[in-house]
């Protein structure tokens, strides 16, 4: 099994997330049609939050474990301590997915009464299966992601998300028929067979790949063997801490769900309505997640890299995996959340047609794009590092933070919903600032992020000015030979095309970008770029 650059594995796992969000900007809008609107979709939100909250607890941070361990332990060729570790864990993690999918069925109908969305209790029974499905999944991607090779959670992701978007809209539009809550149901259907799908995929692959002989073999290399307790314990050390830390942060979310439908009652707003609301903000929500994605993807790929470098004992390639990992993030960061704010209209209206309730959220609340993405690398390089409880600890301060900001803020009419974009930017920024602060301690080196910043900003507002122009230009003037509103969607599209090329340019002219960073494209478009406009 040949390893991959941190580089490659990245650019694999992003280009897998693209099309993975890609499909999910196709299925999101057309949900939202068969739903009929923003308070089913509301519902099916409130679903998936507590399906992720349970998805995370169980799969998580072993997986993440077994990534950093793999790693470590092919770094210094000791293959049978990575095999014996994946192999526990494996095990491991399949008996946990069936006690949590047995502990979600039961909790389905307190938890949703409590969050006063009791119509999302069949939904949550129908994904209990899924936890099973995606525990062993979970185990063979932490697997080959710490032995370097990207491929396989790239496949599988996007086989998991063709069955998804298909038997999911297909369930949705036949249920729907029946009730508001069978068609939501309906719309969870195709989470259960699209992980089914993506964990039988990888059992195929590892059986296929397993028998592959490394080049240096255990009985060449002295290596220290390692008692079922001593990995059980490794596997604890590590996953426990990154299990507390994101489940957390997605129990933070599933309590701002509840926070913020329960202030929207408090301040006036129906039951109904503030569903809607709730729907509206999470359409804003899903949007943001799909630049988050690649840098999701850039996370998965940092850790064990970082990983390998500490393991090596090799400072200096720590310290660019570091680099690398933050240079990329505000480079994709930055201008998705400008381009979000700039066209947030003209994408609603694009993705979700009559259904604009949202927009304007984004308009406002583009921001915690970039600060999410920026604590997300933070969290993944201290897990790398090995200092796994305090990013638990900040990810907690933050929460509160987040919790304690929404409920003062949504039950005031000033602020409303938007309570909870302010909420977010102070949840997040806290917990930034605490993480740079420590970071600059283990690390002993100074980390400049104005440098990392300011080039991505100077291209990414000449982007958005141009992509507004254009938006706004080009659709007045279509406009005078049709109304239809083709006419805005067409605009939209050349607006998003234009702008991304408006980015690309600049910040090939300011030299934004490094020869690392272009190796990620494709051969065919790294050829097309003068090595002069590179950094050196």
Same mark, same amino acid.
Do not use: W
């Given at each position: 099994?040949?390893?991959?650059?941190?580089?490659?594995?990245?650019?694999i796992?992003?280009?897998?997330?693209?099309?993975?969000?890609?499909?999910?900007l196709?299925?999101?809008?057309?949900?939202v049609?068969?739903?009929?609107?923003?308070q089913a979709?509301?519902i099916?939100?409130?679903?998936?939050q507590i399906?992720v909250?349970?998805?995370?607890l169980?799969?998580?941070?072993?997986p993440?474990a077994?990534?950093?361990?793999v790693?470590e332990?092919?770094?210094?060729q000791?293959?049978?301590?990575?095999i014996?570790?994946?192999?526990?864990s494996?095990?491991?993690l399949?008996?946990?997915g069936?006690v949590m999918?047995v502990?979600m069925?039961?909790?389905?109908g307190p938890v949703?009464?409590?969050m006063?969305v009791?119509q999302?209790?069949l939904?949550?029974?129908?994904?209990c299966p899924a936890?099973?499905?995606?525990?062993?999944?979970?185990?063979?991607?932490g697997?080959?992601?710490?032995?370097?090779n990207?491929?396989?959670?790239?496949?599988s992701?996007?086989l998991e998300?063709i069955m998804?978007?298909?038997?999911?809209?297909g369930?949705?539009a036949i249920l729907?028929?029946?009730s508001?809550?069978?068609?939501v149901?309906g719309?969870?259907?195709?989470t259960?067979?699209g992980?089914?799908?993506?964990?039988?995929?990888?059992f195929?692959?590892y059986e296929?790949?397993? *028998?592959i002989? *490394?080049?240096?073999s255990d009985s060449?290399?002295?290596h220290?063997?390692?008692?079922?307790k001593?990995i059980i314990?490794?596997?604890?050390?590590?996953?426990?801490?990154i299990?507390?830390?994101?489940?957390?942060m997605?129990?933070?979310?599933?309590?701002?769900?509840?926070?913020i439908?329960?202030?929207?009652?408090?301040a006036g707003d129906t039951?109904?309505?503030?569903?809607a609301i709730f729907?509206a903000?999470?359409k804003?929500?899903t949007?943001i997640?799909v630049?988050?994605?690649?840098?999701?993807?850039?996370?998965?790929?940092?850790?064990?890299a970082v990983?390998?470098?500490?393991?090596?004992?090799?400072?200096n390639l720590?310290?660019?995996?570091i680099?690398?990992?933050?240079k990329l993030?505000f480079?994709?960061?930055?201008p998705?959340a400008?381009?979000?704010?700039?066209?947030s209209r003209?994408?609603?209206l694009?993705l979700y047609?009559?259904?604009?309730?949202?927009?304007?959220i984004m308009?406002?609340?583009?921001?915690?794009?970039?600060?999410m993405?920026?604590?997300q690398?933070?969290t993944s390089?201290l897990?790398?590092?090995g200092?796994?409880?305090?990013?638990?600890?900040?990810a907690i301060?933050g929460?509160?933070v987040?919790?304690?900001?929404d409920?003062?803020l949504?039950?005031n009419?000033n602020f409303n919903?938007?309570?909870?974009?302010?909420g977010?930017v102070?949840?997040?920024?806290?917990p930034?600032f605490?993480n *740079?602060?420590?970071?600059?301690k283990?690390?002993?080196?100074?980390?400049?992020?104005s440098?990392?910043?300011?080039?991505?900003?100077?291209?990414?507002?000449?982007?958005?000015?141009?992509?507004?122009?254009?938006?706004?230009?080009?659709s007045?003037?279509l406009h005078?030979a049709?109304?239809?509103?083709?006419v805005?969607?067409?605009?939209?599209v050349?607006?998003?095309?234009?702008?991304?090329?408006t980015y690309?340019?600049?910040?090939?002219?300011?030299k934004?970008?490094?020869k690392?960073?272009?190796d990620?494209?494709?051969?065919?478009?790294?050829?097309?770029?003068p090595v002069?406009?590179l950094?050196g």
């Open positions: 099994m040949r390893e991959q650059s941190t580089t490659k594995g990245f650019a796992l992003s280009a897998a997330n693209i099309v993975v969000k890609l499909l999910s196709i299925y999101n809008p057309l949900l049609r068969i739903l009929v609107g923003d979709f509301g099916y939100n409130v679903t998936y399906y909250l349970i998805y995370v169980t799969n998580t941070g072993i993440s077994i990534s950093k361990l790693s332990f092919s770094a210094v000791n293959f049978k301590a990575a014996k570790t994946f192999k526990m494996r095990s491991l399949l008996v946990i069936i999918a502990i069925f039961f909790i389905s949703t009464t409590f006063k009791p999302a209790k939904s949550v029974i129908a994904l936890i099973i499905f995606t525990s062993v999944a979970s185990a063979y991607r697997y080959f992601q710490g032995r370097g990207m491929k396989p959670t790239a496949i992701q996007i998300q998804n978007t298909v038997f999911s809209l369930f949705a729907i028929k029946k508001m809550e069978l068609g149901v719309a969870t259907i195709g259960t067979l992980a089914m799908v993506s964990a039988t995929y990888l195929i692959t296929r790949t397993s *028998h002989k *490394h080049k240096t060449e290399v002295k220290k063997k390692y008692t079922n001593q314990r490794k596997i604890a050390k590590y996953g426990i801490p299990t507390i830390s994101i489940g957390v997605n129990a933070g979310t599933l309590a701002d769900t509840t926070i439908v329960n202030r929207l009652m408090f039951q109904a309505n503030a569903e729907g903000y999470a804003y929500i949007l997640n630049p988050i994605a690649i840098i999701s993807a850039l996370a998965v790929a940092v850790l064990p990983a390998k470098a500490i393991a090596l004992k090799d400072s720590a310290k660019r995996k680099t690398f990992a933050f993030c480079l994709i960061a930055i998705s400008v381009g979000l704010s700039v066209l003209p994408i609603f694009l047609s009559r259904y604009l309730n949202g927009y304007q308009l406002y609340g583009s921001v915690v794009l970039v600060l993405s920026f604590q690398i933070q390089i897990q790398g590092l200092r796994l409880r305090i990013v638990t600890l900040y301060i929460i509160i987040k919790v304690v900001t409920y003062i949504v039950a009419k919903i938007y309570g909870a974009i302010i977010s102070l949840g997040f920024s806290v930034i605490l *740079h602060k420590y970071m600059l283990t690390l002993k080196q100074k980390i400049n992020l440098q990392y910043i300011l080039r991505p900003f100077i291209a990414s507002v000449c982007m958005g000015v141009v992509a507004y122009i254009i938006d706004v230009v080009l007045y003037l005078f049709s109304k239809s509103r083709l805005d969607d067409f605009s939209t050349i607006a998003i095309v234009i702008g991304g090329i690309s340019v600049v910040i090939l002219l300011i934004g970008v490094s690392e960073e272009v990620i494209l494709p051969g065919k478009i790294r050829r097309l770029i002069k406009f950094q």
